[in-house]
């Protein structure tokens, strides 16, 4: 498949959605509704971010599959790794922060 047809429509959707999304963390952080000194505010952010970066990766591990650059099974492996170790990180960051 072209270019035009695979991965440009990929740049779109993250480029021109990620600067929307950019703007609306910025109108909120601008509004004060988002107060980056409050712990429990900056982890929000974080996972508004994480977010974003996650679907990006999950997006782009099925479409190098559906064009046969990786294989289905290797999207797969990289898929559960990559699951295995955000939420692994995530669950450590948040007990840790409830022990204290």
Known sequence: ??????WLPYIYLYGVGGLLFLIGILVIIKSG??????????????????GMVWFMVMHALWNLAALEV???KASVIIWLIFMVVT??????????????
């Not at 939420?87 to 204290?100: D, M, N, R």
């Open 87 to 100: 939420l692994g990180t995530g669950y450590l960051k948040f007990a840790k922060k409830e022990k204290v």
């Open 1 to 6: 498949m072209p270019f035009t047809h695979t």
């Open 70 to 72: 990786l294989s289905l």
């Open 33 to 50: 509704s988002l107060d980056l000194k409050k712990s429990h505010h900056r982890m929000w952010l974080v996972i508004l971010f994480f």
